[in-house]
């Protein structure tokens, strides 16, 4: 099951998502190093994107929206005036994150209010604000942690599956960013296609506000599987 690394390159990430679906079904549901890149991470089939959340509903399973805004809660920011409000909503007491949150927490909340031994940091802000503040594009400098050391790095379920982010750097005529992800492990019935609409809706977000094109999204899988509702699964995958 250590097999070689599985690449996967699609314009936008649901075709992406079928794809991995596919090649899951050829390799028994479940392998190991797969490299997934979207090339146009605005890209959205609404008609599909529909599709996939009445499907969510009749096996009962989270809807998109729900898994996506872990990572990043859209509408949220739609509603804010700017970034320090959006942080200030979803953190303050009684915010957002209290009604959303599960057993660890929620990804979105480690990335803006991560408790060290010393302090609390906005990761999220931090780099937004480096971006904004220096002269020089530092192309590999900006990098989010999401787990924290002791039991969360040795958990089979249960944790964050999503380990860290790194944000990609590039100028040319204009400053681009990408988006690197990694998971140590990832459902692709329950969660990958939320993940994936969730990062790409992060990165959207750091782009508007670093003044920056959107560069593309590679998502590494170190563990890609489905483990339920294979049966429905492969009737949603014959009719999209």
């Known amino acids: 099951m250590l097999n070689e690394p599985i690449v996967i390159a699609e314009e936008g990430f649901q075709s992406a998502w079928i794809k991995v679906l596919q090649l899951l079904q050829e390799k028994g549901w479940e392998f190991n190093n797969l490299v997934v890149q979207i090339k146009n991470p605005t890209l959205l089939d609404m008609d599909l994107h529909h599709r996939v959340f009445e499907f969510s509903q009749k096996v009962e399973i989270q809807n998109p929206k729900q898994v996506a805004y872990t990572i990043f809660p859209q509408k949220l920011y739609e509603n804010s005036e ?118 790409c809706n992060l990165l959207r977000f750091v782009a508007k506000e670093t003044n920056a094109e959107i560069a593309p999204i590679t998502c590494i899988s170190s563990h890609a599987y489905v483990d339920s509702k294979k049966t429905e699964l492969i009737e949603l995958m014959r009719e999209i």
């Open 82 to 199: 700017n970034a320090d409000q959006l942080y200030l909503k979803y953190n303050r007491k009684g915010g957002f994150y209290e009604r959303v949150k599960t057993q660890w927490g929620t990804y979105f909340r480690r990335m803006t209010n991560y408790k060290g031994e010393k302090s609390v940091q906005n990761q999220l802000r931090n780099i937004i604000l480096a971006i904004n503040e220096r002269k020089k594009v530092w192309h590999a400098a900006y990098t989010i942690i999401i787990q924290k050391p002791g039991s969360e790095t040795i958990m089979p379920l249960g944790g964050p599956c999503l380990n860290y982010i790194a944000l990609q750097l590039e100028k040319k005529r204009k400053l681009r960013i990408g988006l690197l992800a990694v998971y140590r492990n990832h459902e692709f019935l329950k969660r990958a296609y939320g993940n994936y609409w969730g990062l």
